[in-house]
């Protein structure tokens, strides 16, 4: 594979990009190698600027459900543009989006857009910050929520890749309330609830995809409810990756547990940069101009944006059976890896919630963060190298999850798997 053009692309933006991106992520750091450019994406595939084409596993890191140049969504979006791109004023797009996403969400009576998963987790704080007056929120070791100050802590995701748990800049002031438990083990949550009379909320991807895939048990969940509710805390679900992603109604279609907020990023945008979060009416009635807890944006509720999330839900709402299909992908690709692996006498551990997919290169089943960082980096970076040379585009990083898209065709998937057992039988 030739990328001459990408390489060429990525010293030129390195001149003026710190690091030639604009999301660390994307910098193919911890793998080696240049980034391939992207001129364009079509269903299933991507294509860089030497003319290679990938199957896309990232989809621009969730958001594209069904794939690229869905032909439904851009028709949509570019109705809107016509009409205008922004007014800054209100319109009736966002109370459409809102209830398509209430309908699915009973526990939540009000929704707020924003523009990224970043806002949103981090306005959803605030609002349970000032709903409980508490100071104090639990977060989990190598769960990812964005990047504002007090959530990046031991962050996972790229915060993990790059060695940099905490980052310079955040001062320790705005981090002393951010305490920190392990995913999955309800005994270091009972020491932050010990530590601590002022805790506002635990926050926690139910379905964590940013250490890898790994799903939290129904019993931990169940325990955070039960601790939530004795100490008057509030739990929120961060949903950005999972919300239409593990299921129609994201993590709540594999969990009994019901949150008290909920916050939305990726595919509620389809593409288009949109975050929302969302919980019932008392709960949302302390958020401005209603009440007191201020938070604001230029582009909030952007129409362009709207348009494609009304288009890509209504799309998913009139054919939830693509859950069904769009699982049993998933595991064709986690089956074919596992084969592959035993074959080239790898270890590997995979797991698969609705179109979401992960895999470890490890011989123990991964439960948390301290699991996930147990993996070798190394061999991850040579199997990534090597899937990317026969036209196969994963996250560049172990401690991402994968993504199926209904534009994923099982003929995609066959020629994935037979791409691993080629690289795993040469590197292991
Ligand atoms: C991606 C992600 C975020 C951040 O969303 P951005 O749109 O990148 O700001 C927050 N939480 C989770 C769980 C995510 O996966």
Known sequence: MNHTQSKAAFDEALKVIPGGVDSPVRAFKAVGGYPPFISHGKGGHIYDIDGN????????????????????VEAAVIETVKKGLSFGAPTLLETELAKEVLELYPFMDKLRFVSSGTEAVMSAIRLARGFTGRDDIVKFIGCYHGHSDSLLVQAGSGAATFGSPSSPGVPADLTKHTLLAEYN?????????ADSKNIACIIIEPIAGNMGLVPADEAFLKGLRELCDAHGALLI????????????????????VV??????????????????????????????PEGPV?????????????TA??????????????YNELEAKARRLTNGLQLAAKEAGVAIQTDVRGS??????????????????????GFFARF????????????????????????TTDEMIDATIAAAEKVLKRIA
């Open 53 to 72: 084409a990938y199957i896309d596993y990232v989809q621009s890191w969730g958001p594209l459900i069904f794939g690229h140049g869905d032909p439904d």
């Open 185 to 193: 083990n309800l005994e270091s949550v009972k020491k932050c609830f």
């Open 237 to 256: 679900f961060d949903e950005v990756m999972s919300g239409f992603r593990a299921g129609l109604n994201g993590a709540m279609a594999h969990t009994s």
């Open 259 to 288: 949150p008290d907020m909920a916050t939305f990023g990726k595919v509620i945008g389809a593409g288009m940069p949109v975050g929302a979060f969302g919980a019932r009416a008392e709960i949302m009635a302390k958020l401005s």
């Open 294 to 306: 201020y938070q604001a944006g230029t582009l909030s509720g952007n129409p362009v944006a709207m």
């Open 309 to 322: 999330g009304i288009t890509s839900l209504k799309k998913l709402k009139a054919a939830p059976e693509l």
């Open 356 to 377: 979401m997919f992960g895999f470890f290169f490890s011989a123990t089943p991964v439960k948390n963060f301290a699991d996930a960082a147990k993996c070798d980096g």
């Open 384 to 407: 990534h190298q090597g899937m990317l040379e026969e036209g196969v585009y994963l996250a560049c990083s172990l401690f991402e999850a994968g993504f199926i898209s209904t534009a």
